[in-house]
């Protein structure tokens, strides 16, 4: 169904993910990005590994968008060299099968209520990794993670329920952070993106 998808859209913004892309609230994807026909592949647990065998097999075979939004990495039990590498194969790929496309990698959001999570430390380290996927010619990194810490370190239940998928708000947080790169990015001609 998301191949059939993918093949039959036209969109000039994608956002690739796993279920923290999946899982926009409608309102704020509508009020931010519904002007760019914007397709949302995230899939639900996915890790960076499952976003690339996807990738690499025929989800994507027509888009050529203006800009990917790539957010993954949060469910990856692997350290965070490990997935690094996998975000900047995907980013790779992204910039060989669609080269006049800007790709916006998104510094993964940080997790668990208690700033002393091990799966926070982890997001952290991936992200000072992946900021060097970046060229900012083609390639752009985005770390907003410090929009939904609280100044003690602490990760509310009104920010993340769970200590790791957002609350509506939360979506409205997050859209309002990246829409200005985004909108940035989106405003560039097309022309301006080859090689």
Known sequence: MLQRLARDQVSDLVFIGDSITMRWHRPTWASLFEA????????????????????????LPRLQPR????????????????????????VQFLRQ?????????????????DPRNSGRAKNA?????????????????????????????????????DGLHLSPASYERLGQAIYPTIRHLMALPRASLRQ
């Not at 800009?67 to 995907?90: C, F, K, Q, S």
């Not at 990194?141 to 009104?158: H, K, N, Q, R």
């Open 67 to 90: 800009l990917y939004v790539l957010l993954i990495g949060t469910n990856n039990p692997h350290p965070a060299r490990e997935v690094a590498a996998g975000v900047a194969m995907i």
């Open 97 to 113: 099968t669609s080269p006049n496309s800007h790709v916006l990698v998104l510094g993964v959001l940080p997790r668990g209520a």
């Open 125 to 161: 380290a991936v992200n000072a990794l992946i900021r060097t996927c970046a060229d900012n010619v083609y390639v752009h990194f985005l770390d907003v993670s410090a929009d939904f810490v609280e100044p003690d370190g602490t990760i509310s239940a009104e920010t993340m329920p």
């Open 36 to 59: 760019y026909r914007p397709l949302n592949l995230g899939m639900s647990g996915d890790q960076t590994e499952n976003v690339l065998w996807r990738l690499q097999n025929g989800h």
